[in-house]
C-alpha cells in the first residue's frame, strides 16, 4: 500500500517556534533557514506548488499569480493577523482556496496599546521624556507641562468590534463617556454594557475629545479621517490610530498637529507602511510606535497557535477563524 504523504505547510516568516509544536508534529513545516528572517516573494513562489498550506505574515503579500501557482495542491492561506488586506480574497474565493485569520489573540493587547497611547498623548508622557533627557530642555514650574485628563472626557470609536468594546471597557474604568459609530448600531445589550451611545460619525468627529480609529481597511474606509474630519475636531482632540494607516490622511494631520489645531495624536501605523512621513515625525504632539499593537511575547506565541490550530482543525476538524468561504470548502 502506497503510504500517505504528510500535508506541507510552507511559512514565510521565522517565528518563535513553540506556537507551532503542534502543528510540526501533525505535518512537514518548513520556515526559512536559520539566520534568514522571512523568505521572499520570489523564493514563496518557487515553493508553493509543493505545499497545501500557505501560512503568510500580515505583511506578505499573496496575489492572483502567487495563489495560481500554487494551484493545484494549494487549499488553505493561514494569515498571521486579524487583518488580511494582504491577501486577495476575491481570487482565493474564485481559485477555491481558503483564507483564515488571527482574530482573538489581537484583541486584548490592541486595547492596551490604544489606552496607552491616549493617555502618552493627553498626558504629554513622551514629550516630558525627551526634553527630561536633554540639558535645560525642561521647565519645572506648576503650569508648564500640563497635559489633559481622561475622566469625564468623550471618547468617540470608529468601529466598535471586539477590539472597539475592549477599549471601551478600559475608557469605563477611566470614567469616561463613550459614543461610537459602526456601519451597523449594535445590540442594545452591548451598548448598555459599556454606557455607549451610538452616534453618527460627523458628530462623533464633532464632539470626541479622543478618536479611536478600530475599522478594517478598505475602499471605502481608505482617508476616512482626511482634512474635512480633522477640520471638524476639537482643538483639545487626540486621534488614536491603531487599524491601518491608510485610514488617516497623514499629511494633513500632520499639518493639523504643527499648527496644533487638534492636542495631539497617537499612531502605531502610518499610511505608508514603516516609511513614516518625516512631517509626524517631527510633531512633539505626535506618539508613534512602529506597529506593536501586537508585539508581545505571550501574544506572538498564541497567535502562531492560533494559525496553528486553523490549519490542523482545517484537516481534522473544529472551529476554523474563515474570512472566506470557497465553493466545496
Known amino acids: 500500500m502506497k503510504r500517505e504523504m504528510k500535508r506541507r505547510i510552507l511559512v514565510t516568516y521565522n517565528m518563535f517556534r513553540t506556537g507551532y509544536s503542534e502543528l510540526e508534529k501533525r505535518y512537514d513545516v518548513t520556515f526559512p533557514p536559520e539566520g534568514q528572517e522571512s523568505f521572499t516573494y520570489d523564493e514563496v513562489y518557487e515553493m508553493l506548488p509543493e505545499y497545501d498550506v500557505l501560512q503568510s505574515m500580515f505583511n506578505f503579500p499573496v496575489d492572483r499569480k502567487l495563489m495560481e501557482r500554487g494551484l493545484p495542491r ?10 488580511f488586506d494582504n491577501i486577495d480574497i476575491p481570487v482565493a474565493t474564485e481559485l477555491g482556496i481558503t483564507v ?13 496599546l490604544a489606552f496607552g497611547l491616549m493617555l502618552a498623548v493627553a498626558r504629554r508622557i513622551a514629550d516630558v521624556d525627551r526634553r527630561l533627557r536633554t540639558p535645560d530642555a525642561l521647565n519645572w514650574t506648576l503650569l508648564e507641562n500640563l497635559g489633559l485628563s481622561l475622566g469625564g472626557k468623550t471618547l468617540g470609536i470608529l468601529g466598535m468590534g471586539r477590539i472597539g468594546q475592549a477599549l471601551a471597557r478600559r475608557a469605563c474604568a477611566s470614567n469616561m463617556n463613550v459614543i461610537y459609530h459602526n456601519r451597523n448600531r449594535l445590540d442594545t445589550r452591548i451598548e448598555e454594557k459599556y454606557n455607549a451611545v451610538y452616534t453618527g460619525f460627523d458628530e462623533l468627529i464633532r464632539t470626541s475629545d479622543f478618536i479611536s480609529i478600530n475599522v478594517p481597511y478598505s475602499e471605502e474606509t ?61 510633531c512633539e504632539n ?22 496553528c490550530r486553523n490549519i490542523i482543525n482545517f484537516y ?11 465553493a466545496g470548502r
Open 100 to 112: 483564515t485569520n488571527t482574530p482573538d489573540p489581537v484583541i486584548e493587547p490592541t486595547a492596551d
Open 222 to 282: 481608505y482617508h476616512m479621517i482626511g482634512r474635512e474630519q480633522i477640520a471638524m475636531m476639537k482643538p483639545a482632540a487626540i486621534l488614536i490610530n491603531t487599524a491601518r494607516g491608510p485610514i488617516v490622511d497623514e499629511l494633513a494631520l500632520a499639518e493639523a498637529l504643527k499648527e496644533k489645531r487638534i492636542w495631539g495624536a497617537g499612531l502605531d501605523v502610518f499610511e505608508f507602511g514603516d516609511k513614516v512621513s518625516p512631517e509626524i515625525l517631527a
Open 286 to 307: 505626535a506618539v508613534v510606535t512602529p506597529h506593536i499593537g501586537t508585539q508581545t511575547y505571550d501574544v506572538r506565541n498564541e497567535m502562531a497557535e492560533y494559525v
Open 74 to 83: 494549494l487549499q488553505l492561506i493561514s494569515n498571521y493577523a486579524v487583518g
Open 316 to 326: 481534522e476538524g473544529g472551529p476554523v477563524a474563515r474570512v472566506n468561504n470557497p
